[in-house]
């Protein structure tokens, strides 16, 4: 018996021809299903082992007495030995077949470590979960809102939408109920007056929004235990990438301190005015412009202590709060306002925002190197740009006369020197604390008949003046 055992295990030998990359494929199979998780996976790799296990035994296993009196007996032991040999031959087959299995096992390798559409391995560390919260009150538009988060949201794990209702408007309560699951809805429980001072009656719309955020934040990073949001509000339209582009740039806000929030929405972004070949162009900007902007939780425990009464955004503007920190802004805008009426009574609506460009192509952000974004890369390379780029005067931008593709550069001095030149160029002219719209140290960065226009400070600018406003 111990002959044919031999001759069963040089057969397997010289047939087979196992080689040790087999084996190596065996082990790494092993560690990547532990890594994986695949209960099919597992599956296959557990019969494999089965079979292997089966023949070693039947190698090991003792003959009982029967079994030595037919191998001794002749003919009983011929057949004996065919039977052998016939079972070595299906097991010949049957390691082919694994074998092959475990070829196809490696060739699906490479597709799970594949990023997916938010840029990490299928299988791999968890993501990052992102929540989207709406700030709304009385407009049943926000349909339009939550139509297109919707559309474009690659994830209802990894992108949970949350709905903060105040106002205690019923038809708005009607259209957002109507989404059932695919929302979480909200209700901000106190809708009462705040008192104001008198001359700040006509501003109780203010004072509510603020109390509305402060509200809403709240449940989304304590209540909810979120680390991060992205806020819009119930009149923004997004973009094809909203979620590409806030999920490529999580890992940068998290991780740079001199950054503080990131943002949708660029306010010289009219049509016309910005490069609609450059949709992937990001900057940095010291003005923070809101209109679909995340933050992380850490940003939410500093300043919810000091939440002011109104007036949030232009808050959030101060030089006490900003604290010299950037967010980062598109090129081309990632949301659209549609909603004119508002506490705001459309200011600004029917000049600026009614026609800025909402971005169309979708960007794979998450696949892009934007390291260039870091503070101390991205501010070498900004102003090297800005100040090497030809001077030039008001009159030859405003006329057409500009020779070349540029960049070009505009100087302003004073506050009044800007707000001239940015009204007649049709860039947004105001300042809040003395930090123009889009605004990154000084400098303002948009298209005027083709070709870019930085409108900046002269050279060796070292701060804003808050009296600039």
């Not at 009982?64 to 030995?81: F, N, Q, T, V, Y």
């Not at 490529?248 to 998290?254: C, D, E, T």
């Not at 808050?315 to 909603?339: N, V």
Request: aromatic letters at 14%; charged letters at 25%; glycine letters at 8%.
């Amino acid at each position: 018996m111990s002959f044919l055992r031999s001759a069963f295990l040089w057969r397997y030998l010289f047939f087979y021809k196992p080689s040790p990359p087999d084996f190596l494929s065996l082990l790494s199979c092993w560690a990547m299903l532990r890594k994986r998780g695949s209960a099919i996976l597992c599956g296959a790799f557990l019969f494999v082992a089965w079979n292997a296990i089966v023949v070693l035994y039947l190698w090991g296993r003792p003959l009982s007495g029967r079994e030595e009196r037919e191998m001794d007996g002749g003919r009983g032991g011929a057949d004996l030995a065919g039977d052998v040999i016939h079972m070595a031959e299906a097991f010949e087959a049957e390691l082919e077949m694994q074998r092959k299995i475990l070829l196809q096992i490696q060739g699906h390798r490479s597709q799970w470590e594949q990023p997916n559409e938010n840029g990490a391995s299928r299988g791999g560390p968890t993501q990052m979960v992102i929540p989207i919260l709406v700030i709304a009150c009385n407009r049943v538009t926000v349909k339009r809102c939550l139509d297109k988060l919707i559309e474009y949201r690659p994830s209802a794990e990894l992108y949970p939408i949350i709905v903060s209702q105040d106002c205690g408007h019923a038809e708005t309560a009607l259209v957002i109920g109507s989404y059932g699951s695919q929302v979480t809805h909200l209700k901000q429980p106190d809708l009462s007056d705040i008192a104001v001072r008198p001359e700040h009656k006509k501003f109780q719309g203010y004072y509510k929004i603020s109390r509305h955020y402060r509200w809403a934040l709240n449940q989304v990073f304590n209540s909810l235990s979120h680390s991060s949001v992205v806020i819009v509000e119930d009149d923004l339209e997004v973009a094809p990438d909203f979620f590409e582009y806030f999920r490529s740039l999580h890992p940068i806000l998290k991780s740079d301190p001199s950054l503080w929030c990131v943002s949708a929405w660029n306010d010289n972004g009219r049509e016309g005015y910005v490069d609609p070949g450059k949709a992937d162009l990001l900057y940095r900007t010291d003005f923070f412009p809101g209109l679909g902007w995340m933050m992380l939780k850490e940003l939410w425990e500093e300043l919810e202590p000091k939440w002011p009464g109104a007036f949030w955004d232009d808050w959030m503007r101060q030089p006490e709060q900003r604290t010299d920190r950037a967010c980062i802004r598109p090129e081309i805008s990632r949301t659209l306002t549609f909603g004119r009426k508002g506490v705001s009574l459309g200011q600004f609506y029917d000049k600026y925002l009614r026609y800025i460009k909402l971005n169309s192509e979708f960007v794979p952000f998450t696949k892009l190197d934007l390291s260039y974004l870091k503070e101390e890369k991205y501010k070498e390379i900004f102003e090297k740009q800005v100040y090497s780029a030809p001077l030039v005067k008001y009159e030859e931008v405003q006329q057409g006369q500009l020779k070349g593709a540029g960049p070009f550069c505009l100087h302003y001095s004073s506050k009044d020197g800007f707000k001239v030149l940015a009204k007649n160029l049709g860039v947004m002219e105001d300042l809040k604390s003395g930090v123009p719209r889009t605004g990154y140290r000084g400098v303002v960065s948009f298209l005027s008949r083709g070709r870019r226009i930085f409108l900046a400070p002269p050279p060796g600018w070292s701060k804003y003046d808050p009296t600039w406003s």
